[in-house]
């Protein structure tokens, strides 16, 4: 299972990568704008750090437009993932990227069908917005097990990456259940790390190793 990171921060890649544990980085114009760049920047800034894959989204409108604007990424970084919005207009894109050596897929979905659609045009992955169809009133949690059952049924190659995971335990649910990648903000990924019972454990087990050097020393 894939492993990222969803973030346009490079600081906060820096930190969290430090356990080498996340395979890539996931982006969205949300997060770059958050960074007060451009998206070519902040491409630019990840492909001097990260070896694993980079997810760019486009923030055109129209297919062509996106297209252009998949090739303008595609020669920032030659690896980069393209991610195109579960629109028309996205699965016009993908069906035309389908023919040139970028890697493309569908993020924003919020439902099967969708996904059906992606796995169609071979997408490279389908990202459910796990968090965002919660806030929706959807079972998302439901929906992402029914679309490993389709791909698995149907065989088809598109990966099931879960983004908009707000909490830990939708998104061990869903690596449960098989799916292929989950993208996490920092913050999600610091619940990762820690637990307050593993600190006090940790802390107890420090205590009577100091104890017993103390006693032993006298
Ligand atoms: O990976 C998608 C993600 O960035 C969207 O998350 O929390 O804005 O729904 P959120």
């Given at each position: 299972m894939k492993l990222y990171?969803?973030?346009?921060?490079?600081?906060?890649?820096?930190?969290?990568?430090?356990?080498?544990?996340?395979d890539g980085?996931t982006?969205?114009?949300?997060?770059?704008?958050?960074?007060?760049?451009?998206?070519?920047?902040?491409?630019?800034?990840?492909?001097?750090?990260?070896?694993?894959p980079?997810f760019?989204?486009?923030?055109?409108?129209?297919?062509?437009?996106?297209?252009?604007?998949?090739?303008?990424?595609?020669?920032?970084?030659?690896?980069?993932i393209?991610k195109?919005?579960?629109?028309?207009?996205?699965?016009?894109?993908?069906?035309?990227?389908?023919?040139?050596?970028?890697s493309a897929g569908i993020t924003?979905c919020?439902?099967?069908?969708?996904a059906?659609?992606a796995g169609?045009?071979d997408a490279s992955f389908i990202a459910p917005?796990?968090?965002?169809?919660?806030?929706?009133?959807?079972?998302?949690?439901?929906?992402v097990?029914?679309i490993l059952?389709i791909y698995d049924?149907?065989e088809f190659d598109t990966e099931v990456l879960a983004a908009?995971?707000?909490?830990?335990?939708?998104?061990?649910?869903l690596?449960?259940?098989g799916v292929d990648a989950i993208t996490?903000?920092?913050?999600?990924?610091?619940?990762?790390?820690?637990?307050?019972?593993?600190?006090?454990?940790?802390?107890?087990?420090?205590?009577?190793?100091?104890?017993?050097?103390?006693?032993?020393?006298?």
């Amino acid at each position: 299972m894939k492993l990222y990171l969803d973030t346009a921060d490079i600081t906060a890649w820096h930190k969290c990568s430090l356990t080498s544990a996340i395979d890539g980085v996931t982006t969205n114009p949300a997060l770059v704008a958050e960074c007060n760049k451009s998206y070519e920047t902040v491409l630019s800034e990840f492909s001097g750090v990260i070896d694993g894959p980079i997810f760019a989204q486009v923030t055109a409108r129209t297919a062509s437009a996106m297209i252009e604007q998949a090739n303008r990424y595609h020669q920032i970084h030659s690896s980069a993932i393209i991610k195109l919005p579960a629109t028309e207009a996205g699965f016009t894109a993908l069906a035309e990227l389908r023919e040139k050596p970028i890697s493309a897929g569908i993020t924003v979905c919020f439902t099967a069908s969708q996904a059906i659609l992606a796995g169609k045009l071979d997408a490279s992955f389908i990202a459910p917005y796990v968090g965002r169809m919660n806030d929706n009133g959807q079972d998302a949690v439901h929906i992402v097990k029914q679309i490993l059952d389709i791909y698995d049924a149907h065989e088809f190659d598109t990966e099931v990456l879960a983004a908009s995971l707000r909490n830990a335990t939708d998104a061990t649910e869903l690596s449960a259940a098989g799916v292929d990648a989950i993208t996490l903000s920092p913050s999600v990924y610091e619940s990762y790390l820690h637990h307050p019972q593993t600190t006090a454990s940790v802390t107890e087990f420090h205590q009577i190793w100091e104890d017993a050097h103390d006693n032993a020393d006298q």
